[in-house]
């Protein structure tokens, strides 16, 4: 995210830039000053920086300069895991320049020095605002046309972006400040500064809208608990977790039906329902927010409420019916909720946005001026709590299980727990149903027709499987049928069994247990912005018609037996795997057919990693550092190998799978930097002691991942050198694995980032100034060693360094990307060459099925340059001139006064096929891309010691905002990055220097 610091005094600037430098990494926010200056220049600059955050695939924040904001309220705007523009507002009475209007949670108009707002306003504007990356080109828009418009405006820039954001239609969420301090006053410093702000995060971690029990019974208890669990270092997903377990052991204690077991499993309910509270208040207290988790809470939170009503079941005498009409009564019930109130009457309750022209500085219309208080409690009063608990939360249901089973003990058995909760659930349906219908009749938007959003979900909610047609429901009132479809199948379900078998009751319930999952995954997606449920796998599943009509025919035909407990398993296959593979919104790679491998290598991930992450949490940490390369020469494992060797104090291991190759290319990678390697001991990867060297190691440190890359434990600090992040996307080449690592290195922050988002597990992975084989580049001075290769050391070199196109062996790589390269285009770059006194030779991928000897080069193999004594950034240092396209290598040069050609003729193939980061290759470095027609150009300037294109190669450097580092530097400078990180993970340097050299961008 870019972060616009606009303007701002010496008693405020200070203490906000202090706040912005310590946001997470994973907001990865980059700082831009913007002076104070004219309102037009101010906006002009911000879409500027807009359209550049449009290009790189990010974010944009505008931030003033005189902004006193605790630092909860710096993190509440600019690192919200909800994808919409958020607007920070303060409660305090706006002035007639800076008042907002709110509308529920959403900024619907604003105020400047020239645009009016009135009594309309119910907020004062802080003018701190957060733009999505899906709305920085609106926003850029936006802002230009302010910047015409205000040409010759005073007032305040920041502010006057804010209207322009609103009139320009995008949906800005208003933040509260309260009960927090927000203002745009140095007077608010001693105020903010005196503010114990931990203890306030506590006391805000509950959730709004609890029902009665969870909000004066439970949460008092989850607080006291959350804070132990916070010290205790546990995450909201392992409480999640354990509270799942929790509720799981209940629902067997109470299917064994003595009176014990089931007195302890009411009693455990309660337990797991107070740790549901826990959760959700870590992640709101710690910010620990993940679409994931969210996701994790809710499935399981269903997934255990029908897990204890079978147990139930179980536990009492034909109590089957019972279950099956309580799971299909709260389906039912859950059916409405999502298809009216947060749907459709989300959708009344959503008002205008002031849309009219940025020039247009008049009031409001009359219609268009009211507004709520945001964030004002109202009718917290008894009939508030009593509506609540007609409502039948969650927390309700579950007392009223609890408190069902205990009567049960002493009078009425298990049955009493279901028949009070289908009464009451029941009772709650009818209430809500009537006040909805209630709703709709009277409501004078009734008849007009939903927008397609709103009408896809509910649309989807029908679940019309085989007989969907893609439409979206056009009219408010169709909310009705997906609860109708939804009764009407689970009434099937109950009356099927009961007419004609009721020992196929149990397997009723079983299938309506995978119904109601696939319906919560179409509701859970669509609010959470994920992909939506694939059509086949609607359509496989049949439809509520499809289901409804077999389940008839069973009944009519007494097959019910056989045919109940096929359907659920079918009906299960078809729904449950895909919704769990794309529960994580960060798998968002495109769906592949899985091979014998793919799935061979995920069965084994899915063991190793919980035993590798065991043994790492029963064993201490020693100061020992491993380093592991792919394939063993890989330089940028070695130099580190060596980094370590010379500046750590702990033992040092290189893993290979050929020792005796990777010690000779350590020895020469070590001589070449002016470091000793003898320090490095050389293991092989296989066996169960470099597994063990791997658990203890307190520094690890690979290019490819290494024993599946867990998530380390305790104080162990792991780094994924990677193999250079360049400008293709890697997600597509890594899709079945997540790498654990903490830290990630890379040249180019923005690409650095993008790599973190396909590869890592973690969105905090912190960015480390990459890559140590740059060391190599910078050292490689003697010319001489070139003849080893047969080349003229006086002569000019080009080295052709292609990507691979197609791959012989590349794990889950695809094996086919982009198209391949043309011996046309060889000629013409072999014939430049020669024409210009050039000496030209292709490196190609080692992984390549294709050698390039059709292209009339020269090819240089790996074993070609290990048998003239050489490596491969020793060769590249030695060129006076590279062409390359999507491989990373080119970015090692890119600092350097060498000629650099990027030859992409298949580009737009690449694009679709692979994927390519973000800022896209022809943006970012569009003045490199060459074609064979340009051939001539580039050898005449490579032969004359010119730099082809250096106006271009500068900007690249520019754009993609590569870290500059003093030439040999860059394993030192990652080292003490390591060190800093490591400090700040868990206060120990791991005996590195903890200071680094300063930032710069080339």
Known sequence: MIVALVGGGPATRPRLRAQLDRLPDRVRARVTPVPAAPPAVVLRALADLARRAAENGEGIAVVPGDLVASDRLVLDVLDDPRATDRLLVSAAAPGPADGVRCAGAVVVGAASARHELGPAATHTSLATVAVTAADVATAAAAWDEAATVGARWEGDGAQLAVV????????????????????????????????????????????????????????????????????????????????????????????????????????????????????GE?????????????????????????????????????????????????????????????????????????????????????????????????????????????????????????????????????????????????????????????????????????????????????????????????RPTAWVLPLLVTAAEGGMLLLGPLLADRDALSWAFAWAFVVAWHRYDVFYRARGGRTPVPRWVARAGGGWLVRLAVLVAGAATDQLGWLLPAGALYLALVYVPESLLRANPRATVPWRRPSLGVLRKSVRRAVAVPVARGLMRVTRPRRLALVAGLPDTEENSLVTAVALADRYPGAVVLVANDPARARVALDRVAALVGRPADRVRVVPKRGLATFRTFVRAELVCYTHGLYDSPRPVGRRLHVNLWHGTGPKWNANANFAQRIGAQAHSASSPLWGHEAIRALSLGADTRLVAGNPRQDVVAAARDRGRLAGLGLDPARPLVVWLPTFRSSRSAGLVGLHEGEPLTAAAGAAFAAAATRHGVQLVAKPHRLDSELFTSLGVRVLTDDDVDRAGMTLYELLGQAAGLLSDYSSGWLDLLDRDISIGLYVPDLETYRRERGLNRPDLGVAAGGLLLDAGDADDFFADVATGRVWHAAGRRACAERIELIDVAPGRRADRMLAELAQLAVDLFGDDLGLPAQREPATSS
Not at 236 to 265: D, R, S, Y
Not at 381 to 401: F, S, Y
Request: hydrophobic share 50%.
């Open 164 to 279: 322009a954001l609103v009139r320009a239609g995008l949906p800005v969420t208003a933040v509260p400040a309260e009960p927090y301090v927000g203002a745009r006053t140095p007077d608010a410093l001693p105020t903010a500064q005196a503010l114990d702000e931990d203890d306030l995060a506590w006391r805000q971690a509950s959730r709004s809208g609890d029902g009665v029990w969870s909000t004066f019974v439970l949460r008092p208890i989850s607080r006291r608990v959350s804070r132990r669990a916070v010290r205790a270092g546990l995450t909201p997903n392992q409480v999640t977790v354990v509270g799942f377990l929790l509720a799981l052991t209940a629902a067997g204690l109470i299917a064994a039906g003595n009176v014990g077991t089931v007195v302890a499993g009411a009693l455990l309910l309660q337990v797991s329902l107070v740790l549901d509270c826990v959760d």
């Open 282 to 474: 870590i992640a709101r207290s710690t910010r620990r927010f993940s679409s994931f988790g969210a996701w994790l809470d809710l499935a399981t939170d269903r997934v255990k409420e029908y897990a204890v009503l079978a147990a139930v079941a179980v536990a009492g005498s034909d109590l089957w019916p019972l279950a099956v009409a309580a799971i299909g009564l709260q389906l039912t019930r859950h059916m409405a909720d999502y298809a009216f109130a947060d749907t459709v009457l989300a959708l009344w309750r959503r008002a205008a946005p002031d849309t009219r022209p940025f020039a247009d500085g008049t009031a409001p219309p009359a219609a268009a001026s009211s507004g709520d208080r945001l964030g004002t409690p109202t009718g917290r009063g008894p009939v508030h709590w009593v509506k609540q608990a007609i409502h039948m939360q969650i927390g309700e249901r579950w007392l009223v299980l609890s408190v069902g089973l205990l009567v049960g003990t002493v009078v009425g058995g298990p049955a009493v727990a279901l028949v009070a909760y289908l009464t009451l659930v029941g009772a709650g349906l009818a209430w809500v149903l009537a006040g909805w219908a209630l709703r709709t009749l009277t409501n004078p938007r009734r008849r007009t027709p939903l927008p397609p959003g709103p009408g896809r979900v509910v649309a989807a909610l029908r679940d019309d499987g085989l007989l969907d047609r893609g439409r979206p429901a056009r």
